[in-house]
């Protein structure tokens, strides 16, 4: 039997990290719900955050004080996540996927290191297919460009088979003052690189989710359809309504605040 299309949609406006990670949650509950009768969809949602640096599950609230009060004080915010890793940062200028995904459909069940092999997979592709950006080779999860650079992170949670949380991807220079304030995924002595630095010429961001989306589908092999938030029923209200807040938000900081 044929897998059924993935849905997708890509958000104009930075989004909040907080009001994302509830619309998540909300897809997820609706997921689950309608999965007793098949008559669920999956997503893939695209997007960029306003500054925020996240932690992962792992890390509590007292352990991370020190470093909440020193990156909000720069301009971000500061959550802890439900996904897995570490410290990392998300913002303008870098592509977030969330894949929504009922890995059970696939027969057999698609297990967790699989689904984060093709989703590695999927980004070389990318890169290597539209900017002729070879990856290098690394023992941690993500995708590098040299020993020391990095240029995509993976953090994912599943939970009853139904994933989220997804990649992030550096499309511009714009997130790279940014993850210079931290250790990003404990790798000490590695720093980020972005699309741009790689072939040293402007990249707009909506210009690759074409490429991003097509990829995704052919690695995960599935049909990639674009939302019409009319037909999703509460799945699109509530997309809807995240678009607004986006909106309303209005701008963010560019760079880091300078701290004395």
Sequence with gaps: MSLP????????????????????????QIQHALRRDSMHRDYLLLLQHRPVYTAGRRQTEDSTTDERVRLKGIGADFVIATRGGQLTYHGPGQIVGYPLLDISRYDPTMGARDYVCRMEKMLRLYL????????????HTGVFLDPTTKIASIGVQIRHRLTSHGFALNITREPLPWF????ACGLDGVKAGSVETAVNKNVNVTAEIPALVETFGRTYEREMVEMRLEDEGEVGDVIANLEK???HAGSWPQTPHFMT
């Design 5 to 28: 299309p993935v849905v997708y949609h890509f958000f104009r406006a930075p989004l909040p990290y907080t009001h994302t990670l509830k619309v998540q949650e909300a897809i997820h």
């Design 128 to 139: 290597k297919e539209t900017h002729d950006i070879s990856h290098f080779p690394s023992e």
């Design 180 to 183: 210079d304030k931290i250790v």
């Design 245 to 247: 807040e986006a909106i």
